[in-house]
T-cell receptor, first 113, second 110 residues
Framework: EADIYQTPRYLVIGTGKKITLECSQTMGHDKMYWYQQDPGMELHLIHYSYGVNSTEKGDLSSESTVSRIRTEHFPLTLESARPSHTSQYLC????????????FGNGTRLTVT | GQNIDQPTEMTATEGAIVQINCTYQTSGFNGLFWYQQHAGEAPTFLSYNVLDGLEEKGRFSSFLSRSKGYSYLLLKELQMKDSASYLCAVSTGGGNKLTFGTGTQLKVEL
């Protein structure tokens, strides 16, 4: 049973549109992450947060932005979608302790036409 | 920044043992995860090492040497369903940042 939810699961949208990918978790985790992954390729960290009002950029430069106003919610926004943004976006959360693994959502597969 | 390396591909025989290596060069190491990912699915958790040594969980074991910047995942009694990508991820930045390696695509053959 999923404790971290991503919506939408699939999104096809035209160039220039503004989009927001939603990610919510019910575990009270402070740490949340956004990864970008193309098929068969590695996971690239694009944004992370270690608590409310904290956001950091990851190792892969991204035109997206994130916000963390509530612990459970970590949305990712693209102001103007382009075909180069076509990819899978995976959200994850972590309590940060040894006994708690990183939990992944099911991902959003974005296609920009 | 972080530099995390894994072999790109490995092939092994059903019933055999395979070792997947991960080397890393990072600042402020806090721990290392191993994840399994089947095509089209989200990664699933296998192990988390913080201290040096071997941790065993059924058919899967993970080893860490912090001084060498090295970890491996050992899979025993390989099954066809173990064919997947295996990802190591390093926690840094006081445990806040989590960066994945390139991933190793394992193919299990009869």
């Amino acid at each position: 049973e999923a404790d971290i939810y991503q919506t939408p699961r699939y999104l096809v949208i035209g160039t220039g549109k503004k989009i927001t990918l939603e990610c919510s978790q019910t575990m009270g985790h402070d740490k949340m992450y956004w990864y970008q992954q193309d098929p068969g390729m590695e996971l690239h960290l694009i944004h992370y947060s270690y608590g409310v009002n904290s956001t950091e950029k990851g190792d892969l430069s991204s035109e997206s932005t994130v916000s963390r106003i509530r612990t459970e919610h970590f949305p990712l926004t693209l102001e103007s979608a382009r075909p180069s943004h076509t990819s899978q976006y995976l959200c994850a959360s972590w309590a940060g302790s040894r006994n708690s693994p990183l939990h992944f959502g099911n991902g959003t597969r974005l296609t920009v036409t | 920044g972080q530099n995390i390396d894994q072999p790109t591909e490995m092939t092994a025989t059903e019933g055999a043992i395979v070792q997947i290596n991960c080397t890393y060069q990072t600042s402020g190491f806090n721990g290392l995860f191993w994840y399994q990912q089947h095509a089209g699915e989200a990664p699933t958790f296998l192990s988390y090492n913080v201290l040096d040594g071997l941790e065993e969980k059924g058919r899967f074991s993970s080893f860490l040497s912090r001084s060498k910047g090295y970890s491996y995942l050992l899979l025993k009694e390989l099954q066809m369903k173990d064919s997947a990508s295996y990802l190591c991820a390093v926690s840094t930045g006081g445990g806040n940042k989590l960066t994945f390696g390139t991933g190793t695509q394992l193919k299990v053959e009869l």
